[in-house]
Protein backbone atom coordinates (compact mmCIF):
# COMPACT_ATOMS: atom_id res chain seq x y z
CA UNK A 1 0.00 0.00 0.00
CA UNK A 2 1.29 3.72 -0.95
CA UNK A 3 1.99 5.83 1.52
CA UNK A 4 -0.38 8.12 0.71
CA UNK A 5 -3.10 5.03 0.62
CA UNK A 6 -2.25 4.00 3.74
CA UNK A 7 -2.68 7.44 5.17
CA UNK A 8 -5.95 8.13 3.60
CA UNK A 9 -6.93 4.84 5.16
CA UNK A 10 -5.65 5.74 8.65
CA UNK A 11 -7.00 9.51 8.53
CA UNK A 12 -10.46 9.39 6.95
CA UNK A 13 -11.43 5.89 8.16
CA UNK A 14 -12.98 4.94 11.48
CA UNK A 15 -13.50 8.01 14.04
CA UNK A 16 -13.20 6.07 16.88
CA UNK A 17 -9.76 6.30 18.98
CA UNK A 18 -10.36 3.53 21.88
CA UNK A 19 -9.58 0.25 20.19
CA UNK A 20 -11.93 -2.22 21.93
CA UNK A 21 -10.15 -4.79 23.15
CA UNK A 22 -9.24 -8.24 21.57
CA UNK A 23 -9.57 -5.97 18.28
CA UNK A 24 -6.12 -5.36 17.15
CA UNK A 25 -4.63 -7.94 15.01
CA UNK A 26 -1.45 -7.87 13.93
CA UNK A 27 -0.64 -6.71 10.48
CA UNK A 28 0.72 -9.37 8.39
CA UNK A 29 4.49 -9.69 8.26
CA UNK A 30 4.71 -7.95 11.37
CA UNK A 31 6.37 -10.35 13.31
CA UNK A 32 8.94 -10.61 10.42
CA UNK A 33 10.13 -7.17 10.60
CA UNK A 34 10.57 -6.54 13.99
CA UNK A 35 12.90 -10.12 14.21
CA UNK A 36 13.64 -11.92 17.19
CA UNK A 37 15.93 -10.72 20.33
CA UNK A 38 18.69 -12.58 21.34
CA UNK A 39 18.11 -15.02 24.19
CA UNK A 40 19.94 -12.45 26.78
CA UNK A 41 17.27 -10.07 26.11
CA UNK A 42 14.32 -11.47 29.00
CA UNK A 43 12.45 -8.25 29.45
CA UNK A 44 14.75 -7.26 32.79
CA UNK A 45 15.36 -4.22 30.18
CA UNK A 46 11.89 -3.16 30.21
CA UNK A 47 11.97 -2.19 34.24
CA UNK A 48 12.44 1.19 34.29
CA UNK A 49 12.81 1.15 38.24
CA UNK A 50 15.98 -0.99 37.27
CA UNK A 51 17.33 1.81 35.23
CA UNK A 52 20.71 3.66 36.45
CA UNK A 53 22.34 4.73 33.53
CA UNK A 54 20.46 6.68 30.73
CA UNK A 55 21.70 7.47 27.25
CA UNK A 56 20.44 10.37 24.36
CA UNK A 57 21.09 9.73 21.19
CA UNK A 58 18.43 10.05 18.13
CA UNK A 59 19.47 9.28 14.89
CA UNK A 60 17.28 10.45 11.98
CA UNK A 61 14.19 7.94 10.60
CA UNK A 62 16.00 5.92 7.78
CA UNK A 63 16.23 2.19 7.16
CA UNK A 64 19.97 2.18 7.65
CA UNK A 65 19.97 4.84 10.41
CA UNK A 66 21.90 3.89 13.92
CA UNK A 67 24.27 5.23 16.45
CA UNK A 68 27.13 2.83 17.39
CA UNK A 69 28.39 5.11 20.25
CA UNK A 70 25.00 3.52 21.98
CA UNK A 71 26.41 0.14 21.88
CA UNK A 72 29.75 1.57 23.55
CA UNK A 73 28.44 3.25 26.34
CA UNK A 74 25.40 0.38 26.75
CA UNK A 75 23.16 2.91 28.76
CA UNK A 76 19.93 0.90 30.18
CA UNK A 77 18.10 2.95 27.85
CA UNK A 78 18.06 5.08 25.01
CA UNK A 79 15.29 7.36 25.61
CA UNK A 80 14.64 8.68 21.81
CA UNK A 81 16.39 7.19 19.21
CA UNK A 82 14.66 8.25 16.66
CA UNK A 83 11.34 10.18 15.75
CA UNK A 84 8.42 10.67 13.60
CA UNK A 85 8.40 13.52 11.25
CA UNK A 86 6.60 15.00 8.48
CA UNK A 87 6.54 11.95 6.18
CA UNK A 88 9.58 10.25 7.78
CA UNK A 89 8.05 7.36 9.58
CA UNK A 90 4.68 6.39 8.49
CA UNK A 91 5.85 3.49 6.74
CA UNK A 92 7.48 0.29 8.21
CA UNK A 93 10.27 0.44 5.69
CA UNK A 94 11.56 4.08 7.06
CA UNK A 95 12.87 2.79 9.75
CA UNK A 96 15.56 0.32 10.31
CA UNK A 97 14.62 -2.08 13.42
CA UNK A 98 17.47 -4.36 12.94
CA UNK A 99 19.44 -2.68 15.25
CA UNK A 100 17.05 -3.76 18.15
CA UNK A 101 18.88 -7.08 18.76
CA UNK A 102 22.28 -4.89 18.75
CA UNK A 103 20.55 -2.84 21.61
CA UNK A 104 19.69 -5.83 23.54
CA UNK A 105 22.78 -7.46 22.97
CA UNK A 106 24.25 -5.06 25.05
CA UNK A 107 21.46 -4.88 27.81
CA UNK A 108 19.99 -1.47 26.41
CA UNK A 109 16.46 -0.58 25.76
CA UNK A 110 15.26 1.29 22.72
CA UNK A 111 12.73 3.76 22.32
CA UNK A 112 11.41 5.61 19.54
CA UNK A 113 8.76 7.93 19.17
CA UNK A 114 8.03 10.72 17.18
CA UNK A 115 6.54 14.08 17.21
CA UNK A 116 2.72 14.80 18.64
CA UNK A 117 2.06 17.54 17.44
CA UNK A 118 3.97 19.15 14.45
CA UNK A 119 2.29 18.58 11.47
CA UNK A 120 2.67 19.49 7.51
CA UNK A 121 0.71 18.98 4.45
CA UNK A 122 2.51 16.67 2.96
CA UNK A 123 1.15 14.20 5.80
CA UNK A 124 -2.33 14.57 4.51
CA UNK A 125 -4.30 13.73 1.58
CA UNK A 126 -5.84 16.74 0.84
CA UNK A 127 -5.77 20.19 1.92
CA UNK A 128 -8.87 20.54 3.80
CA UNK A 129 -7.32 17.00 5.83
CA UNK A 130 -4.37 19.34 6.65
CA UNK A 131 -7.27 22.03 7.62
CA UNK A 132 -9.30 19.82 9.68
CA UNK A 133 -6.26 18.40 12.01
CA UNK A 134 -4.67 21.69 12.29
CA UNK A 135 -5.62 23.89 15.32
CA UNK A 136 -6.99 27.32 15.01
CA UNK A 137 -7.13 30.62 16.71
CA UNK A 138 -10.52 32.59 18.06
CA UNK A 139 -11.20 33.72 14.75
CA UNK A 140 -11.18 30.07 13.32
CA UNK A 141 -8.39 30.39 11.07
CA UNK A 142 -5.38 27.48 11.07
CA UNK A 143 -2.53 28.98 13.29
CA UNK A 144 1.26 28.88 10.87
CA UNK A 145 3.78 28.21 13.41
CA UNK A 146 6.53 29.12 10.77
CA UNK A 147 8.65 29.62 14.42
CA UNK A 148 9.24 25.85 14.22
CA UNK A 149 10.15 25.30 10.80
CA UNK A 150 8.19 26.51 7.48
CA UNK A 151 5.05 25.30 6.97
CA UNK A 152 4.90 23.83 9.93
CA UNK A 153 1.02 24.00 12.24
CA UNK A 154 0.25 22.29 15.76
CA UNK A 155 -1.74 18.99 15.09
CA UNK A 156 -5.33 19.40 17.17
CA UNK A 157 -5.10 16.23 19.96
CA UNK A 158 -8.97 17.34 20.37
CA UNK A 159 -9.65 16.10 16.60
CA UNK A 160 -10.58 12.41 17.00
CA UNK A 161 -8.67 11.56 13.49
CA UNK A 162 -5.56 13.06 14.97
CA UNK A 163 -5.15 11.19 17.58
CA UNK A 164 -6.01 7.78 15.34
CA UNK A 165 -3.11 9.34 12.87
CA UNK A 166 -0.92 9.31 16.28
CA UNK A 167 -1.82 6.13 16.95
CA UNK A 168 -2.04 4.50 13.56
CA UNK A 169 2.33 5.57 13.34
CA UNK A 170 3.03 4.51 16.70
CA UNK A 171 1.63 0.94 16.40
CA UNK A 172 4.21 0.88 13.15
CA UNK A 173 7.25 1.31 15.95
CA UNK A 174 5.25 -1.10 17.92
CA UNK A 175 5.15 -3.42 15.26
CA UNK A 176 8.41 -2.87 14.55
CA UNK A 177 9.04 -4.50 18.12
CA UNK A 178 10.66 -0.87 19.89
CA UNK A 179 10.71 -1.40 23.85
CA UNK A 180 9.33 2.33 24.42
CA UNK A 181 7.66 4.91 22.68
CA UNK A 182 8.38 9.07 23.69
CA UNK A 183 5.89 11.47 22.55
CA UNK A 184 7.22 15.08 22.13
CA UNK A 185 5.21 17.70 22.62
CA UNK A 186 1.92 16.43 23.55
CA UNK A 187 0.46 19.86 24.55
CA UNK A 188 1.85 21.65 21.78
CA UNK A 189 -0.82 23.82 19.74
CA UNK A 190 -2.42 26.21 22.74
CA UNK A 191 0.81 29.02 22.63
CA UNK A 192 -0.78 31.04 20.30
CA UNK A 193 2.67 30.90 18.30
CA UNK A 194 4.68 33.64 17.36
CA UNK A 195 1.96 34.88 14.97
CA UNK A 196 -0.66 35.89 18.41
CA UNK A 197 2.95 36.36 20.16
CA UNK A 198 2.33 33.21 22.23
CA UNK A 199 -0.73 34.36 24.03
CA UNK A 200 -2.02 31.30 23.78
CA UNK A 201 -4.94 32.36 21.07
CA UNK A 202 -4.97 28.44 19.78
CA UNK A 203 -7.31 25.60 20.19
CA UNK A 204 -10.79 27.17 19.55
CA UNK A 205 -11.45 24.62 16.34
CA UNK A 206 -15.01 23.16 16.28
CA UNK A 207 -14.19 20.16 17.98
CA UNK A 208 -12.48 21.72 21.06
CA UNK A 209 -15.06 24.41 21.38
CA UNK A 210 -17.81 21.15 21.38
CA UNK A 211 -15.85 19.54 24.24
CA UNK A 212 -16.03 22.91 26.07
CA UNK A 213 -19.75 22.36 25.88
CA UNK A 214 -19.85 19.29 27.45
CA UNK A 215 -16.96 20.13 30.12
CA UNK A 216 -19.60 23.29 31.21
CA UNK A 217 -22.62 21.38 31.28
CA UNK A 218 -21.06 18.57 33.81
CA UNK A 219 -19.12 21.45 35.64
CA UNK A 220 -22.33 23.33 36.01
CA UNK A 221 -24.86 21.28 35.79
CA UNK A 222 -27.59 23.11 37.78
CA UNK A 223 -27.24 26.20 35.97
CA UNK A 224 -30.26 27.69 34.55
CA UNK A 225 -30.05 30.33 31.81
CA UNK A 226 -29.97 33.61 33.75
CA UNK A 227 -26.95 31.65 35.91
CA UNK A 228 -24.90 31.64 32.66
CA UNK A 229 -25.77 34.84 31.90
CA UNK A 230 -25.13 36.66 35.11
CA UNK A 231 -21.92 34.41 35.57
CA UNK A 232 -20.36 34.76 32.76
CA UNK A 233 -22.17 36.93 30.57
CA UNK A 234 -23.92 34.90 27.83
CA UNK A 235 -26.73 36.13 26.38
CA UNK A 236 -30.18 34.82 25.33
CA UNK A 237 -29.35 33.70 21.21
CA UNK A 238 -25.40 32.17 22.82
CA UNK A 239 -26.00 30.58 25.56
CA UNK A 240 -25.19 26.68 27.04
CA UNK A 241 -27.98 24.38 26.55
CA UNK A 242 -28.04 21.02 27.62
CA UNK A 243 -31.26 20.03 25.69
CA UNK A 244 -29.22 20.53 22.38
CA UNK A 245 -26.18 18.36 21.28
CA UNK A 246 -23.07 19.65 22.64
CA UNK A 247 -21.42 20.27 18.92
CA UNK A 248 -24.09 21.92 17.57
CA UNK A 249 -22.06 25.15 17.60
CA UNK A 250 -24.68 26.62 15.29
CA UNK A 251 -27.62 26.28 18.10
CA UNK A 252 -25.81 25.91 21.21
CA UNK A 253 -22.87 27.76 23.00
CA UNK A 254 -20.61 28.72 20.40
CA UNK A 255 -17.77 29.70 22.32
CA UNK A 256 -15.63 31.74 19.42
CA UNK A 257 -18.83 33.78 18.96
CA UNK A 258 -18.92 34.66 22.65
CA UNK A 259 -15.11 35.89 22.04
CA UNK A 260 -15.65 38.02 18.70
CA UNK A 261 -18.90 39.41 20.65
CA UNK A 262 -16.69 40.70 23.63
CA UNK A 263 -14.21 41.53 21.43
CA UNK A 264 -11.37 38.89 23.05
CA UNK A 265 -10.23 37.00 20.00
CA UNK A 266 -7.42 38.70 19.98
CA UNK A 267 -6.89 37.95 23.50
CA UNK A 268 -9.06 35.08 24.52
CA UNK A 269 -7.30 34.47 27.70
CA UNK A 270 -7.67 38.20 29.01
CA UNK A 271 -8.43 38.44 32.66
CA UNK A 272 -11.11 40.60 31.10
CA UNK A 273 -13.00 37.38 30.47
CA UNK A 274 -14.77 35.12 33.07
CA UNK A 275 -14.54 31.95 31.24
CA UNK A 276 -10.71 32.22 30.54
CA UNK A 277 -10.25 30.89 33.91
CA UNK A 278 -12.59 27.99 33.20
CA UNK A 279 -10.83 27.39 29.57
CA UNK A 280 -7.62 27.20 31.43
CA UNK A 281 -3.94 27.93 30.32
CA UNK A 282 -2.31 24.77 28.85
CA UNK A 283 1.81 24.88 29.91
CA UNK A 284 3.83 23.28 27.20
CA UNK A 285 5.16 19.85 28.78
CA UNK A 286 3.85 20.12 32.26
CA UNK A 287 0.06 18.51 32.76
CA UNK A 288 -0.33 19.47 36.36
CA UNK A 289 -2.06 17.18 38.86
CA UNK A 290 -4.04 19.70 40.41
CA UNK A 291 -5.41 21.45 37.22
CA UNK A 292 -8.88 20.96 36.75
CA UNK A 293 -9.61 23.25 34.07
CA UNK A 294 -11.86 22.31 30.77
CA UNK A 295 -8.13 22.24 28.97
CA UNK A 296 -6.31 20.36 31.33
CA UNK A 297 -9.00 17.80 32.29
CA UNK A 298 -9.78 17.32 28.36
CA UNK A 299 -6.06 16.67 27.35
CA UNK A 300 -5.58 14.39 30.41
CA UNK A 301 -8.76 12.55 29.05
CA UNK A 302 -7.25 12.42 26.01
CA UNK A 303 -3.45 11.36 26.41
CA UNK A 304 -4.89 8.30 28.79
CA UNK A 305 -6.70 6.95 25.29
CA UNK A 306 -3.75 7.40 23.48
CA UNK A 307 -1.34 6.03 25.98
CA UNK A 308 -4.29 3.00 26.67
CA UNK A 309 -4.31 2.16 23.54
CA UNK A 310 -1.23 1.81 22.42
CA UNK A 311 -0.54 -0.62 25.49
CA UNK A 312 -3.46 -2.50 24.72
CA UNK A 313 -1.96 -2.63 21.46
CA UNK A 314 0.86 -4.26 22.53
CA UNK A 315 -0.30 -6.64 24.70
CA UNK A 316 -2.90 -7.97 22.70
CA UNK A 317 -1.50 -8.30 19.86
CA UNK A 318 2.53 -9.45 20.73
CA UNK A 319 1.18 -9.77 24.08
CA UNK A 320 4.14 -7.49 25.87
CA UNK A 321 4.25 -4.34 27.18
CA UNK A 322 5.27 -0.96 25.55
CA UNK A 323 7.27 2.13 27.92
CA UNK A 324 5.39 5.39 27.15
CA UNK A 325 7.13 8.36 28.39
CA UNK A 326 6.56 11.81 26.81
CA UNK A 327 8.82 15.63 27.02
CA UNK A 328 7.79 16.82 30.29
CA UNK A 329 5.96 15.77 33.30
CA UNK A 330 2.97 13.78 32.27
CA UNK A 331 0.94 11.03 34.26
CA UNK A 332 0.20 7.60 32.81
CA UNK A 333 3.66 7.13 31.52
CA UNK A 334 6.59 4.52 32.69
CA UNK A 335 9.21 7.07 33.45
CA UNK A 336 9.60 11.40 32.82
CA UNK A 337 11.42 12.43 30.04
CA UNK A 338 11.94 15.99 30.92
CA UNK A 339 13.49 18.41 28.02
CA UNK A 340 15.84 21.07 29.65
CA UNK A 341 15.63 24.09 27.43
CA UNK A 342 15.19 28.31 27.59
CA UNK A 343 11.59 29.96 28.30
CA UNK A 344 10.73 26.37 30.63
CA UNK A 345 7.71 27.10 33.83
CA UNK A 346 10.69 25.44 36.44
CA UNK A 347 11.83 28.94 37.87
CA UNK A 348 10.45 32.22 37.86
CA UNK A 349 12.86 34.57 36.20
CA UNK A 350 12.79 38.45 35.78
CA UNK A 351 13.51 37.79 32.26
CA UNK A 352 11.04 34.55 31.68
CA UNK A 353 13.97 32.14 30.69
CA UNK A 354 13.15 29.86 33.76
CA UNK A 355 15.48 27.50 35.19
CA UNK A 356 19.51 27.95 33.98
CA UNK A 357 19.66 24.09 33.13
CA UNK A 358 23.26 24.74 31.33
CA UNK A 359 24.42 27.56 33.55
CA UNK A 360 27.54 29.30 31.49
CA UNK A 361 29.31 32.62 31.93
CA UNK A 362 31.25 34.11 29.19
CA UNK A 363 31.60 31.07 27.36
CA UNK A 364 33.12 29.13 30.66
CA UNK A 365 30.82 26.64 32.60
CA UNK A 366 29.47 28.51 35.97
CA UNK A 367 30.09 25.59 38.14
CA UNK A 368 29.54 27.42 41.23
CA UNK A 369 25.91 27.69 40.47
CA UNK A 370 23.75 25.02 42.23
CA UNK A 371 20.86 23.16 40.38
CA UNK A 372 19.56 21.38 43.18
CA UNK A 373 16.37 23.12 43.94
CA UNK A 374 15.76 23.15 40.20
CA UNK A 375 16.29 18.91 40.19
CA UNK A 376 14.26 19.14 43.85
CA UNK A 377 11.55 20.78 42.33
CA UNK A 378 10.91 18.23 39.02
CA UNK A 379 11.61 15.33 41.01
CA UNK A 380 8.54 16.15 43.54
CA UNK A 381 6.23 17.71 40.83
CA UNK A 382 6.94 14.84 38.80
CA UNK A 383 6.16 12.29 41.65
CA UNK A 384 2.72 14.07 42.17
CA UNK A 385 1.94 14.21 38.45
CA UNK A 386 3.24 10.37 37.40
CA UNK A 387 3.74 8.88 40.39
CA UNK A 388 6.73 6.58 41.70
CA UNK A 389 7.93 6.55 37.91
CA UNK A 390 11.92 7.71 37.52
CA UNK A 391 12.56 11.20 35.96
CA UNK A 392 15.38 11.27 33.25
CA UNK A 393 16.47 14.72 32.70
CA UNK A 394 18.05 15.81 29.21
CA UNK A 395 19.65 18.68 27.05
CA UNK A 396 16.92 19.50 24.58
CA UNK A 397 17.55 21.05 21.14
CA UNK A 398 18.05 22.51 19.10
CA UNK A 399 18.10 25.69 21.71
CA UNK A 400 20.58 27.97 22.91
CA UNK A 401 21.26 25.39 25.87
CA UNK A 402 22.05 22.65 23.82
CA UNK A 403 24.93 25.43 22.36
CA UNK A 404 25.99 26.32 25.06
CA UNK A 405 27.05 22.87 26.17
CA UNK A 406 28.30 22.03 23.03
CA UNK A 407 30.61 25.68 23.11
CA UNK A 408 32.12 24.96 26.41
CA UNK A 409 35.95 23.82 26.33
CA UNK A 410 36.10 20.67 26.84
CA UNK A 411 37.51 19.56 29.85
CA UNK A 412 34.28 21.95 31.08
CA UNK A 413 31.95 19.57 29.06
CA UNK A 414 32.96 16.76 31.25
CA UNK A 415 33.23 18.92 34.58
CA UNK A 416 29.19 19.75 33.25
CA UNK A 417 28.33 15.65 33.76
CA UNK A 418 30.92 15.91 37.14
CA UNK A 419 28.88 18.68 38.51
CA UNK A 420 25.20 18.65 37.69
CA UNK A 421 24.98 15.47 36.01
CA UNK A 422 26.08 14.10 39.73
CA UNK A 423 24.10 16.56 41.47
CA UNK A 424 20.72 14.83 39.68
CA UNK A 425 21.47 11.84 40.95
CA UNK A 426 22.20 13.55 44.30
CA UNK A 427 18.42 14.63 44.15
CA UNK A 428 16.80 11.38 42.79
CA UNK A 429 16.83 11.99 39.17
CA UNK A 430 19.03 10.37 36.50
CA UNK A 431 21.00 12.73 33.62
CA UNK A 432 20.54 11.42 30.18
CA UNK A 433 24.25 11.97 28.55
CA UNK A 434 24.36 13.09 25.44
CA UNK A 435 25.80 11.08 22.55
CA UNK A 436 24.11 12.37 19.37
CA UNK A 437 21.14 15.00 17.66
CA UNK A 438 19.53 15.21 13.76
CA UNK A 439 20.93 18.32 13.26
CA UNK A 440 24.54 18.17 12.69
CA UNK A 441 25.72 18.84 16.15
CA UNK A 442 29.06 16.99 16.73
CA UNK A 443 28.10 13.73 18.62
CA UNK A 444 30.18 12.99 21.92
CA UNK A 445 32.54 10.62 19.77
CA UNK A 446 33.43 13.62 17.36
CA UNK A 447 33.76 16.13 20.60
CA UNK A 448 36.07 13.75 22.28
CA UNK A 449 33.89 12.67 25.40
CA UNK A 450 32.42 9.10 24.63
CA UNK A 451 35.81 7.42 26.64
CA UNK A 452 34.72 9.79 29.42
CA UNK A 453 31.18 9.42 29.76
CA UNK A 454 32.18 5.06 29.26
CA UNK A 455 34.32 5.83 32.08
CA UNK A 456 32.01 7.66 33.94
CA UNK A 457 28.73 5.92 33.20
CA UNK A 458 30.65 3.32 34.40
CA UNK A 459 30.87 4.21 38.61
CA UNK A 460 26.97 4.62 38.61
CA UNK A 461 26.44 1.16 36.98
CA UNK A 462 28.33 -0.53 39.84
CA UNK A 463 26.74 1.62 42.03
CA UNK A 464 23.40 1.11 40.95
CA UNK A 465 21.48 -0.04 44.31
CA UNK A 466 22.13 3.69 45.41
CA UNK A 467 20.73 5.56 42.91
CA UNK A 468 17.51 3.90 42.03
CA UNK A 469 14.22 4.40 43.35
CA UNK A 470 15.15 7.47 45.80
CA UNK A 471 13.46 9.99 47.36
CA UNK A 472 14.07 13.08 49.45
CA UNK A 473 14.39 11.81 53.32
CA UNK A 474 13.43 14.13 56.04
CA UNK A 475 15.90 15.70 57.96
CA UNK A 476 18.15 18.58 57.65
CA UNK A 477 21.70 18.36 56.39
CA UNK A 478 23.96 21.18 56.73
CA UNK A 479 28.09 21.25 55.06
CA UNK A 480 30.77 22.69 56.86
CA UNK A 481 31.90 23.96 54.15
CA UNK A 482 30.68 26.35 51.35
CA UNK A 483 29.90 26.35 47.55
CA UNK A 484 28.89 22.20 48.87
CA UNK A 485 25.10 21.05 48.30
CA UNK A 486 24.33 17.92 50.08
CA UNK A 487 21.16 16.14 50.15
CA UNK A 488 19.90 12.84 52.03
CA UNK A 489 17.86 10.15 49.89
CA UNK A 490 15.93 6.83 51.02
CA UNK A 491 14.88 4.39 48.69
CA UNK A 492 11.64 4.19 48.66
CA UNK A 493 11.20 0.19 49.16
CA UNK A 494 13.74 -0.50 51.51
CA UNK A 495 14.79 2.83 52.99
CA UNK A 496 18.24 2.80 52.87
CA UNK A 497 19.60 6.01 53.23
CA UNK A 498 22.50 7.80 51.33
CA UNK A 499 24.08 11.28 51.97
CA UNK A 500 25.00 13.13 48.62
CA UNK A 501 27.76 15.59 48.76
CA UNK A 502 28.47 17.62 45.49
CA UNK A 503 31.59 20.74 44.83
CA UNK A 504 30.41 24.19 43.64
CA UNK A 505 33.64 25.06 44.54
CA UNK A 506 34.55 26.05 40.75
CA UNK A 507 36.27 28.31 38.24
CA UNK A 508 36.88 26.91 35.22
CA UNK A 509 38.24 24.08 37.11
CA UNK A 510 37.14 21.97 40.52
CA UNK A 511 39.12 23.58 43.20
CA UNK A 512 38.61 20.59 45.86
CA UNK A 513 37.42 21.11 49.75
CA UNK A 514 38.91 20.00 51.87
CA UNK A 515 38.91 18.44 55.88
CA UNK A 516 35.32 19.77 56.67
CA UNK A 517 32.15 18.19 58.56
CA UNK A 518 28.65 17.26 57.33
CA UNK A 519 25.97 17.25 59.95
CA UNK A 520 22.22 15.31 58.98
CA UNK A 521 19.51 14.59 61.11
CA UNK A 522 18.63 11.24 59.71
CA UNK A 523 16.63 9.59 62.86
CA UNK A 524 17.77 6.00 63.19
CA UNK A 525 21.75 6.47 63.33
CA UNK A 526 23.37 4.17 61.16
CA UNK A 527 25.76 0.91 61.43
CA UNK A 528 28.65 2.19 59.03
CA UNK A 529 29.31 4.77 56.77
CA UNK A 530 31.21 4.40 53.45
CA UNK A 531 32.01 6.71 50.98
CA UNK A 532 31.84 6.12 47.11
CA UNK A 533 32.55 8.30 44.44
CA UNK A 534 33.62 8.54 40.53
CA UNK A 535 36.81 10.56 41.60
CA UNK A 536 38.59 8.18 43.12
CA UNK A 537 38.74 3.79 43.22
CA UNK A 538 37.35 1.52 46.03
CA UNK A 539 35.67 2.98 48.96
CA UNK A 540 36.59 5.39 51.88
CA UNK A 541 35.42 4.93 55.40
CA UNK A 542 35.36 8.02 57.03
CA UNK A 543 35.72 9.82 60.53
CA UNK A 544 32.06 9.98 61.96
CA UNK A 545 29.76 10.05 65.14
CA UNK A 546 25.85 9.81 65.94
CA UNK A 547 24.21 11.14 68.64
CA UNK A 548 20.68 11.03 69.05
CA UNK A 549 19.69 10.56 65.32
CA UNK A 550 22.55 13.68 64.04
CA UNK A 551 24.84 12.24 62.06
CA UNK A 552 28.19 14.20 62.25
CA UNK A 553 30.44 13.10 59.03
CA UNK A 554 34.63 14.55 59.02
CA UNK A 555 34.96 14.79 54.89
CA UNK A 556 39.03 15.12 54.50
CA UNK A 557 38.47 15.64 50.86
CA UNK A 558 35.67 16.15 48.43
CA UNK A 559 36.64 16.77 44.39
CA UNK A 560 33.29 16.65 42.50
CA UNK A 561 30.40 14.07 44.03
CA UNK A 562 30.86 11.91 47.17
CA UNK A 563 28.33 9.28 47.78
CA UNK A 564 27.96 8.57 51.83
CA UNK A 565 25.92 5.28 52.17
CA UNK A 566 24.46 5.01 55.39
CA UNK A 567 24.24 1.15 56.63
Aim: aromatic fraction near 12%; glycine fraction near 10%; hydrophobic fraction near 40%.
Amino acid sequence: MSRRSRLSLAVLGALALVLPVGAATAPAGAADRRGAAPAAWDGAGLRPADWTVYGFSQSAVGPAEEDPQVYRLAPDVNIRAFQQWSTAGDEASDYNFGHLARYHGVGAALIGGGTASVIFREQFPSEADFADMSTRDADNLPLPHDEIVPNARRGNLFNPRFRRYLIDWARIQIDGGVDGLFLDEVLGGFSGGQLHGYNGDEGFDDYTIADFNRYLLATYPGFTVDDWKSRFGMTDDNVVRPDVPADDLTHNFNYRTYLRDHGWTGNPLTSANPLSGVWGRVTSNRMYADDASFTATYLRRYWKEIVDTLRAYANDTYHRPILITANGLFPYVDLNSVGMYPWNPDEQTPDGRGADYVPVVGGHLNGAKSLQANYRYLKDLGDRISGDVPTTVFIDWPTDMMSAYLNLPASERQDYWRIFGAEAYANGLFPAFFLKDTVGDPTADQLGLLGFLQTYAQFYRSHAALFRDNGAATGRVTAGAANVSASLLARRDTGARTLHLVNHNYNQRIIPQRRFTVTADVGACPAAVTVVSPDFTGTRKPVWSCRQGTLTVTVDRLDYYDVLALG
